[in-house]
């Protein structure tokens, strides 16, 4: 199974400052995924990075607010610009299986950065 | 809309009881279905999938769960459960038309009490 780390796991910021936050795997994957988990609520995909491409960002999510480099197969960024209380989060990075055939959908995790912004 | 459903917000129980979380989801066509668990402190991980086949999958730590695809169903079950299943658990759903994309439902809280 896919190692992701994630830096920083914690950050508390200023409103109207941007952060980037690193994803990386310890395996080649091809897609990345970038997601949010606001408090109380459920997981919701923001975007997916493939390498040599630009992200394919989901409906509400743009590119100028989050983002997202995916300079090699091992790693990604998601900054998230401009930062208002309403970005308070956790972020997460997630690759599928990389080694296997499985069908689309198992990922692994990152254990998240959470961010508050006041 | 398309949507996952966990109407479980938070569930209590004693140890030793039977666990039964329901998740539901709204989409036509063939589908993938996941448990992922959270364990206090962790990283979200895979519990148990359901790719084809047999309905009822096994998963990790005891956990199994069914697919009922007239109900739209893929209720997470576990006969006894242990404080150490104490997590958040969330239910997931990816269609064959989407590639890799994944939709979570909004998760449910299950405290076991020693």
């Known amino acids: 199974s896919a190692v992701i780390s994630q830096k920083p796991s914690r950050d508390i910021c200023q409103r109207g400052t941007s952060l980037t936050i690193q994803c990386q795997v310890d395996?080649?994957?091809?897609?990345m995924f970038w997601y949010r988990q606001q408090p109380g609520q459920s997981l919701t995909l923001i975007a997916t990075?493939?390498?040599?491409?630009?992200?394919?960002?989901e409906s509400g999510f743009v590119i100028d607010k989050f983002p997202i480099s995916r300079p090699n197969l091992t790693f990604s960024t998601l900054t998230v610009s401009n930062m208002s209380p309403e970005d308070s989060s956790i972020y997460l990075c997630?690759?599928?299986?990389?080694?296997?055939?499985?069908?689309?959908?198992?990922?692994?995790f990152g254990e998240g950065s959470r961010l508050t912004v006041l | 809309a398309q949507s996952v459903s966990q109407h479980n917000h938070h569930v209590i129980l004693s140890e030793a009881a039977s666990l039964e979380l329901g998740c539901n989801y709204s989409?036509?066509?063939?589908?993938?279905l996941f448990w992922y668990v959270q364990y206090p402190g962790q990283h979200l991980q895979l519990l148990l999938k359901?790719?084809?086949?047999?309905?009822l999958v096994k998963g990790i730590k005891g956990f199994e769960a069914e697919f009922i695809k007239s109900k739209f169903s893929f209720n997470l079950r576990k006969p006894s459960v242990q404080w150490s299943d104490t997590a958040e658990y969330f239910c997931?759903?990816?269609?064959?038309?989407?590639?890799?994309?994944?939709?979570f439902g909004s998760g449910t809280r299950l405290s076991i009490r020693p």
């Open positions: 997630s690759v599928e299986e990389p080694t296997t055939r499985a069908p689309p959908g198992e990922l692994f």
């Open positions: 395996s080649q994957v091809t897609m």
């Open positions: 990075a493939n390498q040599g491409s630009e992200a394919t960002y």
């Open positions: 989409y036509g066509g063939t589908v993938n």
């Open positions: 359901y790719f084809s086949g047999d309905p």
């Open positions: 997931a759903v990816n269609r064959h038309s989407s590639a890799s994309k994944i939709i």
